[in-house]
């Protein structure tokens, strides 16, 4: 069945009606006695109707005919993810991969990441690194194969060798306060203490709570930083000690397990749009017009 996207493109129609017969332009007025003799081009052809069928489907283009075929319901089960990665120098260190202890942590990481970022099929994920300074290295995305391209290119150092951890949480904090997602939250992973952040934690803590954003904090050591414990509790995120590859691994699964909440079902209604039939005809009837105008 046709309807119109914009239906109240005709009410135009009574403009043009009311300058048809209001709006004329005022002309001077000759006699001419034999006036019967001259032929009429109107026996020829009507451009009065012509006028008004050029107009009649120009306003039914305007008001763009649709067929509604199709009404889908698009499930979204993802949600807005910012992982915080930390490429200071400390990421040199080896031995943290079990299975081969020849690989530095950074490698380990990366590739751990990497395969979290697969399994996140339907969110928005955004990539932040952080050593002296902190950088952006993704926007928010769905393109999840450009995220691990970037990752590739990503190095150790590439933003300095200190620990701008806290400094990080506020840009991915900023990332993530005008996402309209029902679920927002941050991964960050660092193998240290902070080192170089200027922004301190009852801020961190403050918008969080603010913006709604959960904070997961995975540290690469054997002791825990209360630091990092308390901004996860506070912001009902999760705090983590990973001691090796495998143990990491375990943790990007758990926080993949956790995160997961069903948003509401878009509806998306598909159309097929016809006004270029009317529009078509419309601008042949427009060069008839013309033509006959200045002829006859």
């Given at each position: 069945?046709?309807?119109?996207?914009?239906?109240?493109?005709?009410?135009?129609?009574?403009?043009?009606?009311?300058?048809?017969?209001?709006?004329?332009?005022?002309?001077?007025?000759?006699?001419?006695?034999?006036?019967?003799?001259?032929?009429?081009?109107?026996?020829?052809?009507?451009?009065?109707?012509?006028?008004?069928?050029?107009?009649?489907?120009?306003?039914?283009?305007?008001?763009?005919?649709?067929?509604?075929?199709?009404?889908?319901?698009?499930?979204?089960?993802?949600?807005?993810?910012?992982?915080?990665?930390?490429?200071?120098y400390s990421m040199k260190q080896?031995?943290?991969?079990?299975?081969?202890?020849?690989?530095?942590?950074?490698?380990?990481?990366?590739?751990?990441?990497?395969?979290?970022?697969?399994?996140?099929?339907?969110?928005?994920?955004?990539?932040?690194?952080?050593?002296?300074?902190?950088?952006?290295?993704?926007?928010?995305?769905?393109?999840?194969?450009?995220?691990?391209?970037?990752?590739?290119?990503?190095?150790?150092?590439?933003?300095?060798?200190?620990?701008?951890?806290?400094?990080?949480?506020?840009?991915?904090?900023?990332?993530?306060?005008?996402?309209?997602?029902?679920?927002?939250?941050?991964?960050?992973?660092?193998?240290?203490?902070?080192?170089?952040?200027?922004?301190?934690?009852?801020?961190?803590?403050?918008?969080?709570?603010?913006?709604?954003?959960?904070?997961?904090?995975?540290?690469?050591?054997n002791y825990k930083i209360p630091?990092?414990?308390?901004?996860?509790?506070?912001?009902?995120?999760?705090?983590?000690?990973?001691?090796?590859?495998?143990?990491?691994?375990?943790?990007?699964?758990?926080?993949?397990?956790?995160?997961?909440?069903?948003?509401?079902?878009?509806?998306?209604?598909?159309?097929?749009?016809?006004?270029?039939?009317?529009?078509?005809?419309?601008?042949?009837?427009?060069?008839?017009?013309?033509?006959?105008?200045?002829?006859?």
């Amino acid at each position: 069945m046709f309807e119109f996207e914009y239906p109240y493109v005709f009410f135009l129609i009574f403009i043009f009606i009311f300058c048809e017969y209001y709006c004329k332009e005022k002309s001077s007025a000759f006699y001419f006695p034999q006036i019967n003799m001259l032929e009429k081009s109107s026996s020829f052809f009507n451009l009065k109707i012509l006028k008004y069928l050029i107009l009649v489907l120009t306003l039914l283009a305007l008001a763009s005919p649709i067929k509604k075929l199709n009404t889908v319901f698009i499930k979204n089960d993802g949600i807005d993810i910012v992982l915080s990665l930390d490429t200071s120098y400390s990421m040199k260190q080896r031995g943290f991969n079990i299975n081969n202890p020849d690989e530095n942590r950074w490698m380990v990481i990366s590739s751990i990441v990497k395969d979290f970022i697969q399994k996140r099929l339907n969110d928005n994920i955004a990539l932040v690194v952080f050593g002296s300074s902190v950088m952006t290295a993704s926007p928010l995305s769905f393109d999840k194969n450009a995220q691990m391209d970037i990752l590739s290119y990503l190095d150790i150092g590439i933003v300095g060798n200190k620990t701008a951890m806290f400094d990080s949480l506020a840009s991915a904090i900023n990332i993530l306060k005008s996402s309209k997602s029902k679920s927002k939250i941050i991964v960050l992973l660092s193998d240290g203490e902070d080192t170089a952040s200027k922004i301190p934690i009852s801020i961190i803590i403050k918008l969080a709570k603010k913006h709604k954003i959960k904070i997961y904090t995975i540290l690469i050591s054997n002791y825990k930083i209360p630091a990092l414990e308390n901004i996860s509790k506070q912001s009902k995120g999760k705090s983590y000690l990973a001691t090796n590859s495998l143990i990491l691994e375990k943790i990007y699964e758990d926080i993949n397990y956790l995160e997961k909440s069903s948003l509401n079902k878009n509806k998306v209604v598909l159309k097929e749009y016809y006004y270029f039939y009317p529009l078509f005809f419309s601008i042949l009837m427009l060069f008839f017009f013309l033509i006959i105008k200045n002829r006859f």
